[in-house]
């Protein structure tokens, strides 16, 4: 069985900083990309951040670029996601998912992921 679990959300004050982890059983990272999401209440998933198991390429939404970094550990199935300089808008679910191969890391979509793991929720205060 496939489990992926997101961690380390929490409260934080604008500018502050969280690192989220996921990790992962059942798979093996090195074969998959890895996305972190976000759903804040009444929007759609969008995608943060993103990272190819193989090649270690990475993805950032605009949004988030310059303040998070990903990196992974594929030797413990584990992916970071630093996040510095918190804003009030990055309060949202955070949830991390798999898909199998190389994709083309900026088209990858929350349901169209092959394995999604229950969410952490981040709240940024003003």
């Known amino acids: 069985e496939v489990q992926l679990q997101a961690s380390g959300g929490g409260l934080e004050q604008a500018g502050g900083s969280l690192r989220l982890s996921c990790a992962g059983s059942?798979?093996?990272?090195?074969?998959?990309?890895i996305g972190w999401f976000r759903q804040a209440p009444g929007k759609e998933p969008e995608g943060v951040s993103h990272?190819?198991?193989?090649?270690?390429?990475?993805y950032y939404a605009d949004s988030v670029r310059g303040r998070f970094t990903i990196s992974s550990d594929n030797a413990k199935n584990t992916v970071y996601l630093q996040m510095n300089s918190l804003k009030p808008e990055d309060t949202a679910v955070y949830y991390c998912?798999?898909?199998?191969?190389?994709?083309?890391?900026?088209?990858?979509?929350?349901?169209?992921?092959?394995?999604r793991g229950k969410g952490t929720l981040v709240t940024v205060s003003s």
């Open positions: 998912a798999a898909i199998r191969g190389s994709p083309y890391l900026p088209i990858i979509y929350f349901n169209g992921m092959d394995y």
């Open positions: 059942g798979i093996s990272f090195g074969d998959y990309a």
């Open positions: 990272i190819r198991g193989g090649d270690g390429d990475t």
